[in-house]
């Protein structure tokens, strides 16, 4: 079992505002993949994301949940390579503030994923909920620590260049009996040790989290898509939290 050390906390509820504290919250349901249970109720859960970067628009009216509305934006947060990961970010409108196009934003949260039902594009789709959400001073952050159960067979594979690269996905519990289900990739050293992995083993992870665009080829001809995904940065034994 590989977990990360907790450096920072996360928030207790998903209301903003509030103290943030550390939460160990257990979810009340069990999952089933690969004809091996991923019993959550063992598993010590974390979701916490925090970023910092430019807002390109201001935030539109997502949709409205039992009498609450969502707003989205998307927020671009540079990379030391220079890139630049745009992140789509949903906030509850008690969380909105005033945020004009170019506006620096801090935003913590959590990573969440959400079933697309409409057939176009990924089925899985990924957006940053924000808990809390500020005016920021231009520092970028993109900083996530995950913890959860692998529920899918690792992918390990080597680059043409023969580096070596492992696609994991990790179910994270929510409350309420839901789960996340959060692609993740690693590179390199932390590739093989993540491969050698099973359905089931807990994993808890540092990293970020990252827009990849790729093509994809369609009856209509190639389209450009866009991927997001957790860059594992870092993985520590259980002993060492």
């Known amino acids: 079992m590989y977990y990360i050390r907790i450096s920072a906390a ?13 939460y160990f ?25 925090l970023l910092e970067g430019a807002a390109l628009t201001a935030p539109v009216l997502s949709h409205e949940n039992h009498g ?9 947060v540079p990379r030391l ?13 008690p969380a909105l503030l005033p945020i004009e196009t170019g506006s620096f934003v801090r935003v913590r949260g959590q990573l969440r994923s959400f079933n697309n039902r409409s057939g176009v594009g990924s089925r899985l789709v990924l957006t940053v909920y924000a ?11 993109n900083h996530i620590l995950l913890s959860g159960a692998l529920c899918k067979p690792p992918v390990y594979r080597r680059t043409p260049l023969g580096r ?5 996905m990790l179910a994270v519990p929510r409350r309420y009996g839901r789960a996340d289900y959060l692609p993740a990739i690693a590179w390199g050293q932390l590739a093989a040790r993540c491969g050698a992995m099973q359905v089931g083993d807990q994993l ?10 790729y093509q994809k080829v369609t009856e209509s001809g190639t389209q450009t898509r866009v991927a997001y995904e957790v860059s ?10």
């Open 10 to 22: 996360i928030q207790d509820r998903d209301e903003p505002g509030g103290k943030f504290q550390v």
């Open 25 to 49: 919250g257990r979810a009340v349901h069990t999952m089933h993949h690969h004809k091996r249970e991923v019993d959550p109720m063992t598993t010590q859960t974390r979701n916490d994301v």
């Open 68 to 76: 609450q509305r969502f707003f989205r934006f998307p927020l671009e």
């Open 81 to 93: 390579s220079g890139q630049a990961d745009v992140l789509p970010v949903l906030l509850p409108e």
């Open 131 to 141: 808990l809390e959400a500020e005016a920021g001073d231009g520092t970028p952050q």
């Open 164 to 168: 070596s690269i492992c696609d994991l």
């Open 204 to 213: 808890a992870l540092e990293g970020r989290v990252q827009s990849r665009a």
């Open 232 to 241: 594992i940065m870092r993985l520590l034994d259980l002993e060492e939290l």
